[in-house]
C-alpha cells in the first residue's frame, strides 16, 4: 500500500507509549507546542475499547469505562507488537490482563486479540490510537496532519519497528522516521543548546525499559555510544508485583480467588496504579476497595490494607536491580565508567519512584537532571526531530544512532552468523557472499534473526528471504553476493547479486508477522 505525502504538512512529534501518548510540534515561530488533550492534560491514555453498544472508544473515553467493561479493553498493546501468539511476552500479558488473545488462523502464528467479538492485531490498535493522537492534534491546530515522526523503544527491534510503520500505512499517516525514545529526550534536552558532553537516559516508561549513553558534541552532533533495554520491563510490572502480593494477602484471609473475577481484577488494578503514584509523595497509602466480593453467606468484603513506601520498596527492588543491571551492561559497552557521564536523564512515569532516584544517585554520584519533563521529553524530541527533517529547517542535525541486538543468519549447523553486532551504527551495510548446496540451484532461502543467543532459534525470527535466478551450476560452485542494509530507523533490507551473471536477483521477502 502506498501513502501519499504532504511535503506542506507540519511534521507531528508521537510519543506512542504502553501506557499514555503524548504529542508536540513546532510552531511557525519556532517554538515547542504540547498538544493538550480536551481536559487539557498533554497525555492521551494509550487505551482501545468496544463498548457494550458497538461504539469504538479511544483515550480518556476508552479509560474512563474500562471497570466495568474489562474483556472488551485493551491496553498495553505496545508490548504486543510484532510478537507471535507463542512469544513468552504474550504469555505472561495473558496472566494480567482480561482482553483475550489467541493466534491468528493464517498460518503465520500471529497475535490476534479479542474485543467484542471482533478480532485485531496489536498494529491495528495503535493505528487506532495514532489516528485519535492525529485528530486531537488537527483539531487543536486546525490543520491537517499527515506526516510524523513517532518514537519507538530502542530494545524495538526489526519487526516491531515495521510493524509501528504499518500501523502508519492504515491511516494514511507518513511517518517520516522512527526514533527511539532515550534518543528522542537526549534531543529535547540538548539540541540547539551549549551542553557538549556524555548523556545516560535512563527511560521507564509504563511498558518498556530503555537505557542509552549519547555523546553530544559541539554543532548539533548525538551519537549514540550504547544502548539497551528489556521490552517488558515497565511501571505495569510494579503494579503487577503490588496486585499479586494484594491478591495472595485476600485469599489467606478469605479463601478466595479474584483474579477470576475481571471486574474486581480491574477495580484492583486502578487502585494498586493510584497507590503505587500516591507513595512516591507519601510513606503510606490506604488500599481500599469496598465490595470487591461476597462471602459463602452472601456477606460483602472489602479490601483494606495499610500499605507503606518501605514495604513497597522491597516489593519491587529486584526491578530495580534488574535496570540497573542493563544500565551496567550499557556502561560497559560504550566504554564509559560512571563517572564518565556528564548527565542523567530520568524519562517515562515510572521514574517518579523515589527509590530509582536514590538508585541512580547511587550509582553516578550525583543527582538527575531536572531538565526535562519526564512525560513529555519524548514528544518533545520527536518534534524537534521532525523540525529538522524540513528542507527550509534553520537547525542542523546529525544523528549517529546504533541497532539494539545483533543481526543475523542461522548457519546449516544452526548457529547464528552475526552480520551487525549489537550496538552497530546505523545507517550500515554489509555484504557477504554465500552459495548453492544442491547442483543447479536457483533459489537461496536465508532465515533473519535477531539477538544475543548464538543459537539462530532461540532468537526473534525476523523473516525468511527467498533470492531466486540463480545461474545453474554444480553445489558451492554459485557466487552469490548478499548486501545487508539498515536505514536510519533500524530496518533491515536485503539484496542479491549473482556474481556469475552480474544480474541481481528477484527477492522475495517474507517477514513474520507481515
Known sequence: MAIRTYSDDPILGIDLGTTNSCAAIIDEAGKVQLIPYKDGSFTIPSVYAVNDRGIELIGQEAKRQWQLNPRNTIYAAKRLIGRSSTDEVVTAMKDTVAYRMMADDNGDDDVIIECADRYCR???????????????????????????????????????????????????????????????????????????????VYDMGGGTFDVSVIEVREGNVFEVKATGGDIFLGGLDFDNALIRSVLCDFVEKHAIDLAEDPVAMQRIRDMAERVKIDLSSRDSAMFNIPFVALDASGMPLNIELNLTRDWLNELVSPLIDHSLEIVERVL??????????????????????????????????????????PDEAVAIGAALYGQTLESDSPVKLQLLDVIPMGIGIERADGRMQVIFPRNSATPNAKAMTATTSRNNQETLCMRIYQGESPTAQENELLGEFLFSGISPAPAGKAQVELTFHINIEGILSMSALDLSSGKRMETSVKIKGS
Open 332 to 373: 560497559t559497552d560504550s566504554g564509559l565508567r560512571p563517572n564518565e557521564i556528564d548527565e542523567v536523564l530520568l524519562i517515562g512515569g515510572q521514574t517518579r519512584m523515589p527509590l530509582i532516584q536514590e538508585r541512580i544517585v547511587k550509582m553516578f554520584g550525583r543527582q538527575p537532571s531536572k531538565g526535562i519533563n
Open 122 to 200: 496489536p498494529a491495528d490498535v495503535s493505528a487506532q490510537i495514532l489516528n485519535k493522537i492525529r485528530t486531537v492534534a488537527s483539531d487543536y491546530l486546525q490543520k491537517p496532519i499527515h506526516r510524523a515522526v513517532v518514537t519507538v523503544p530502542a530494545y524495538f527491534n526489526d519487526r516491531q519497528r515495521q510493524t509501528v510503520k504499518d500501523a502508519g500505512l492504515q491511516i494514511d499517516l507518513d511517518i517520516v522516521r522512527i526514533i527511539n525514545e532515550p534518543t528522542s529526550a537526549a534531543l529535547a534536552y540538548g539540541l540547539n543548546k551549549s551542553f557538549n558532553g556524555n548523556v545516560l
